[in-house]
């Protein structure tokens, strides 16, 4: 069975950093794509950051610059480096990975920005 445990959320000042991690169990992990998604209270879940096996990430723009998201696939792992965060990345951020129609999600992190 699937399984996605994510860590590393937490509070930060603005322009802090932080990582997040996405440890995967129960599937060929480096076969799938892998992205990290952001909810906002009031707001839907919007895609931040995503990646196919080999390929070049894509990013939602107003993290551009500022977020990189990598994978370990001996690990089974994918990360999200977030520096230079801002107030408005203040989310719960999810991790998910896809291969055709199955795609599996984490509990999801909750990250806040605040001075």
């Known amino acids: 069975q699937a399984q996605l445990v994510e860590s590393g959320g937490g509070l930060v000042q603005p322009g802090g950093s932080l990582r997040l991690s996405c440890a995967a169990s129960?599937?060929?992990?480096?076969?799938?794509?892998v992205a990290w998604y952001r909810q906002a209270p009031g707001k839907q879940r919007e895609l931040v950051a995503a990646?196919?096996?080999?390929?070049?990430?894509n990013y939602e723009d107003s993290v551009k610059g500022r977020f990189t998201i990598s994978r370990d696939n001996a690990k089974k792992a994918v990360y999200l480096q977030m520096d230079n965060l801002k107030p408005e990345d203040t989310a719960v951020y999810y991790c998910?990975?896809?291969?055709?129609?199955?795609?599996?999600w984490g509990q999801g992190t909750q990250v806040t920005v605040s001075s």
């Open positions: 998910n990975v896809q291969l055709l129609a199955n795609a599996y």
């Open positions: 129960g599937i060929t992990f480096s076969r799938y794509s």
């Open positions: 990646a196919r096996p080999g390929g070049i990430p």
